[in-house]
């Protein structure tokens, strides 16, 4: 894993532009801590920085391919590909030679090979560019499920692009703007495909590529979900998830460095520690290291919420004694949480206000810091819930008919409204309702349609669509910001493209088929796993209920309104806010409550530390 970076300007001489281009790589130090490297041309310049995961001593980037003593092409990639020693075998016997063991010179010598049909052949996480000497032109790409982030901003005559945001604004020549849809974006959960907030920047959209010549700039699609017809019985689909998960995550523990897994004692982290555990002891490699969250007094003052009827801790406990784990538990408190310095470091990190999820973003990015000191790789469960319908919100009667999207109903919605302390007349011209309207139509207008296919069928394919499209890279992206915050890299298992496309097109009586939800995960895996976690109800990542953690937001809030002087003061209902600092804090705190207090908070320190103007 690592952090790339860009500039391709077709007006000027960049070799003369070195200290800003320095300056743009070293934004991604956090992301590669091991090794930097920067390669300039007179229309090009190229940047890395690396953590090194494969092939420690040759992997060096950028990566540059010659023939004959002139040079190709120079590649910048981030990620891994788990097919890559497949690949290097096709292209040894096609004759190419290779200097290094990494799947990099893989990707390199394919795009030689193959040109852009090189992404279709990948199994992996990715994102890169790669220069085209001989043509004198670009080529972006990234994964199929958006697991590693891309940010590029186009320009008079050319492009800069990199990991995050960051790489982009550390060039002077960028202004630091954002427009009405910018804002509607960061208060809304609606997470439009290749909307960056900054005005004028924009994500690389999964499975698509961005191609830019002297002519300007070229967008193409090469993956996307599909609807075809599935035609295994039950008991074929369960033994075909199996496989695939077995075979993905058997892909995913190769590493030159030691690897882990995150665990939370729900089932799909404990399905992928589980199959970990199983092939590392078929390889004689010994036991499968394992790392949990949880909060001080959190088992013994637990209280049940709308979102989380259980506490994680004896879960793990039996999932890990069960695959004999080497396991860690990281016991956090609302100190930590609420540390300003920790708080910094997430918003440095994100680039952008964090504003969903609260406390979690502090609490997995201290996780994550704890883990990095102990292994440079983990295995993670992300993607499980969108894929085999494990939230509650696809098991609602309500989002059947519901013109919005899942995530926005009945029980979560309150915990995505961060607007009640903002200013009327702001939300009225926001018109987030008729932005969110407007967001959710195009996002149903892409939903495949399988002919023949009505009724409730129809509409889970579009629940489904819409969470693996929509929602699951809200997640993705915090995974991905808080742990190579940290120089963690975290693997997703089931964001393979084969598993994805493969449940997608599963009816959805047979994921529901035991009438619970993720049925073909838990009948696919109940052989390695504790009966206690076969039988649990999804649980999300933990939460701290401490009214501690609440008092602390209320007491900076009141710091931020009291100073006169706040970036975030002309936005809010200031009597609003007056009436909930003075409201009474419950026993038992939990996210759906403090979510009003976390937006603006985030918000405002965004405003302040990144000097962003708003544009209305």
């Known amino acids: 894993m690592c952090g790339i970076a860009g500039w391709i300007d077709f007006g000027r001489d960049l070799t003369r532009e070195r200290a800003t281009f320095d300056a743009m790589t070293q934004t991604m130090a956090c992301r590669g801590p091991d090794d930097e490297g920067v390669w300039m041309g007179p229309h090009a310049a190229i940047g890395h920085r690396r953590l090194s995961v494969i092939d420690l001593e040759g992997g060096r980037q950028p990566m540059t391919a010659e023939e004959d003593g002139r040079l190709l092409a120079v590649l910048t990639f981030s990620g891994e590909v788990y097919n ?60 199929r499920m958006g697991v590693k982030p891309l940010y590029y901003y186009p320009t008079a005559d050319g492009v800069l692009f990199g990991s995050e945001p960051k790489v982009i604004l550390a060039n002077p020549e960028i202004p630091r703007r954002v427009n009405a849809n910018g804002l509607r974006e960061l208060l809304d959960m609606v997470k439009t495909p290749e909307h960056a907030i900054f005005t004028g920047m924009h994500e690389v959209r999964p499975g698509h590529t961005v191609r830019v010549r002297r002519e300007g700039l070229t967008k193409r699609r090469y993956w996307a979900l599909e609807a075809k017809e599935h035609t295994d019985s039950l008991e074929k689909t369960i033994d075909t998830v199996r496989d695939l998960l077995e075979d993905t995550v058997q892909r995913q523990l190769i590493s030159d460095v030691p690897l882990c897994s995150l665990l939370s004692g729900g089932l799909d982290s404990s399905a992928v520690t589980a199959l970990a555990a199983k092939a590392l002891a078929a390889e004689g490699a010994g036991p499968v290291r394992s790392f949990s969250v949880d909060f001080v007094g959190a088992v013994e003052n637990f209280v049940p919420d709308p979102l989380r009827s259980t506490p994680d801790a004896p879960f793990v406990r039996d999932l890990a004694e069960h695959v ?20 910094t470091a997430v918003l440095a990190a994100t680039d952008l206000p964090p504003m969903w999820y609260g406390d979690l973003w502090p609490s997995l990015y201290l996780l994550f810091k704890a883990v990095r000191e102990r292994s440079t790789v983990a295995l ?12 509650s919100w696809f098991h609602d009667p309500e989002v059947l008919t519901a013109e919005t999207f899942p995530w926005l109903t009945t029980t979560p919605g309150p915990f995505y409204d961060g607007t009640p302390l903002f200013d009327g007349s702001l939300l009225g011209t926001l018109d987030i309702p008729g932005y969110r309207r407007s967001s959710y139509g195009d996002a149903i207008a892409e939903v495949p349609v399988l002919a023949g296919e009505t009724g409730l069928e129809k509409r889970m ?54 009438g619970r939800e993720k049925s073909l995960l838990r009948a696919a895996t109940r052989d390695v796993l504790p009966e206690s976690i076969v039988k649990r109800v999804k649980a999300p990542y933990p939460s701290t209920q401490d009214s501690g953690y609440e008092k602390k937001l209320r007491d900076r809030l009141a710091e931020v309104v009291g100073g006169g002087n706040a970036p975030i003061l002309p936005l809010l209902d200031l009597e609003k806010v007056r009436g909930r600092l003075d409201g009474s804090i419950s026993t038992a705190s939990t996210q759906i409550t403090r979510i009003d207090l976390e937006v603006p908070l985030w918000l405002n320190a965004w405003l302040e530390s990144y000097g962003v103007t708003v544009d209305l």
């Open 84 to 143: 890559y020693r497949e690949l290097r075998a096709d292209l040894m016997s096609r004759g190419h030679r290779f200097r290094t063991q990494s799947d990099t010179e893989v990707v390199l010598r394919g795009y030689l090979e193959w040109g852009e049909g090189v992404v279709d052949k990948l199994n992996g996480m990715f994102a890169f560019g790669i220069w085209d000497v001989r043509r004198e032109e670009l080529l972006l790409v990234r994964d």
């Open 461 to 514: 394919r579009e629940i489904s669509y819409l969470n693996l499209t929509r929602f699951l890279n809200t997640l993705l992206d915090r995974k991905d910001r808080m742990s190579m915050a940290v120089g963690l890299e975290v693997r997703v298992p089931f964001c393979d493209h084969r598993l994805v496309e493969y449940v997608f097109n599963a009816p959805w009586a047979m994921k529901t088929f035991d």
């Open 380 to 391: 993670s469960g992300e993607s499980a819930d969108e894929l085999f319908g494990g939230y």
């Open 324 to 343: 004999a784990a080497e396991h860690k538990e990281i016991l956090l408190n609302s100190d930590d949480l609420s540390d300003p310095a920790v708080r």
